[in-house]
C-alpha cells in the first residue's frame, strides 16, 4: 500500500510505489489503482491534468500488474497482437480523437487485452466523453469504463514534494520556507520540480545557504510574485 502522509511530512520516499505520495487530492484514484483486480470489466480510466501525477500513477500500476505501457499515439506503428495475454497502458488516450487509425487501433487493443484476460488503464485529461472519438464502438467502451480523477495537487501534496525535492538533493532547508513556498507557487507537481531546481542554482551561484529572502527573489523574478 502506498503511505498515507501526515502533516508530519516524510523527509525522503524511496523511488517506486513509495514514491507516489497520498493526500485527499490523489487518494481515490489511488485507491481505485491498489483495487485493480477488482475494476468493472477490467479496466480503468485514468483522469487528470497535466501535473496532477496521472502518469507517475498509471507507472506505478504498471509495477504492480506487470502491464505493458504504450503511448497512444505510438498505437498505429505497434504490433497490438503482441499484446495479447498482457495487461496495458494506453497514456493520452484523448490524443487520438479525430485520428481514423489511432481510434482503430485503440479499438482493437481494447477488444484484444480484455477478451485475452488483461486489465486495461487509459489515461486522458479529461473523461472520454469529452474526447470527440469519431468511431462509434470505440466511444461506447471508453465512455463505459469505470473512470478514477486526480485532482490539482492539494497543499498538503505540494508541501509533501518539495520536502521530498529538496531531500533529493540533499538542501537543508528553513522549517517555514515550504508553508512560503506552496501558496506562491504554480500548482502542479511539474511546478515543483522546477521551482526547486530554480531554488538550488540561485543558491549554489550566490555560494550561500537557501532562505525564505532567496526563495523570495527568485519567485519575483520568475513569476512576478513572491512579495
Known amino acids: 500500500m502506498a503511505r498515507q502522509l501526515t502533516f508530519d511530512l516524510p523527509a525522503h520516499a524511496a523511488q517506486g510505489l513509495d514514491d507516489f505520495l497520498v493526500t485527499p487530492s490523489n487518494a481515490t484514484a489511488m485507491a481505485a489503482v491498489e483495487t485493480w483486480r477488482d475494476w468493472p470489466n477490467r479496466k480503468l480510466v485514468l483522469v487528470g491534468d497535466k501535473g496532477t501525477g496521472k502518469s507517475h500513477l498509471a507507472l506505478v500500476w504498471a509495477g504492480m500488474s506487470g502491464a505493458a505501457v504504450i503511448a497512444a499515439n505510438d498505437l498505429t506503428g505497434a504490433d497490438i497482437q503482441s499484446l495479447a495475454g498482457r495487461s496495458v497502458v494506453v497514456e493520452d488516450a484523448d490524443q487520438v480523437a479525430g485520428n481514423a487509425p489511432a481510434e482503430t487501433a485503440l479499438f482493437h487493443l481494447h477488444n484484444l487485452v480484455l477478451a485475452e484476460g488483461g486489465h486495461l488503464l487509459i489515461t486522458g485529461k479529461t473523461a472520454p466523453s469529452r474526447w470527440g472519438i469519431s468511431l462509434p464502438d470505440l466511444k461506447s467502451r471508453l465512455e463505459g469504463t469505470t473512470p478514477a480523477t486526480l485532482h490539482a495537487p492539494d497543499d ?48 549554489l551561484s550566490e555560494g550561500r545557504p537557501l532562505t525564505r529572502s532567496l526563495a523570495t527573489r527568485v519567485l519575483q523574478k520568475e513569476t512576478g510574485s513572491g512579495a
Open 156 to 203: 498538503l501534496l505540494l508541501s509533501a514534494v518539495l520536502v521530498k525535492l529538496f531531500d533529493d538533493r540533499q538542501i537543508a532547508v528553513p522549517a517555514n520556507l515550504i508553508d512560503y513556498l506552496v501558496p506562491r507557487m504554480d500548482r502542479s507537481l511539474a511546478a515543483a520540480a522546477a521551482l526547486v531546481e530554480r531554488l538550488d542554482k540561485a543558491a
